[in-house]
């Protein structure tokens, strides 16, 4: 991920502050030097990025990535692979706008490429629709995190709230990403415990290597940045 450099209200460029409600976040910093400003049980705090650094946070910690040198790129390891991107996330809009799922869903959404003739366009179009939306959560963000810094990490519980209640009709249809996917992939390595333990090792005739692709075109815009992904759900093994 290339973290945005928009400057923003408080004259700091990077991303968009958000939380997820049920999946970890993992960075490590491939270049570049920035913050990251989090939002939690703890307070408020805010972390050095540089090349090297490792971090991660789990469901409800909010985070707001800071790009201070302005080529700050981290790759990026969510938790439960496909639903992060089935809508886990929940950006800190203002209060009204949280209430409100129209409203929230119309301050959220990005056009999708096809809509558009050509590649520049496009463009240019998610690029300033991702940008109205990431002003609005640091909108909500600064005040929230006044909020935080007086009265500590109680302050999140209104955000926490409204956060489940515009997800709650997803949960059902995030769980056969969690079956497929963490559970498993556990539930695989208990078999293969007690195959080993038993002296079989039958699995290990089907060892393989695997790749996935990254969809071609330009990069997504993403909450904090630029994005390059690749389809986990289309992974094919190599002959």
């Known amino acids: 991920m290339r973290v945005y450099d928009w400057p923003t209200a408080d004259a700091l460029a990077g991303g968009s502050p958000h939380l997820h409600t049920a999946s970890a976040e993992g960075y490590v910093v491939v270049r570049g030097e920035g913050t990251l400003e989090t939002l939690s049980s703890a307070g408020f705090r805010e972390t050095p990025l540089g090349p090297g650094t490792l971090l991660w946070f789990t469901p409800g910690t909010v985070h707001r990535l800071v790009n201070r040198s302005g080529d700050l790129e981290l790759l990026v390891v969510m938790q439960n692979a496909g639903l992060p991107e089935a809508g886990d996330a929940v950006l800190t809009h203002p209060p009204e706008v949280l209430a409100d799922p129209r409203a929230y869903q119309r301050a959220t959404a990005i056009p999708a490429p096809d809509e558009f003739d050509d590649t520049a366009s496009a463009h240019a179009a998610m690029s300033r629709a991702a ?109």
């Not at 949960?171 to 079956?179: I, L, N, S, T, V």
């Open 131 to 239: 940008r109205r939306r990431r002003d609005l959560a640091i909108e909500g963000y600064l005040a929230l995190r006044d909020r935080v810094a007086a009265e500590g990490g109680g302050a999140l519980a209104d955000l926490h709230e409204a956060a489940v209640r515009l997800v709650r009709d997803k949960a059902a249809g995030w769980r056969h990403h969690w079956e497929r996917g963490p559970l498993g992939q556990a539930e695989a390595t208990g078999h293969h415990l007690g195959e080993i333990a038993a002296g079989r090792g039958e699995h290990l005739s089907r060892a393989a290597v695997y790749t996935a692709d990254s969809p071609p075109g330009p990069l997504r815009n993403g909450m904090c940045g630029m994005l390059k992904v690749w389809d986990l759900d289309g992974a094919r093994p190599l002959g």
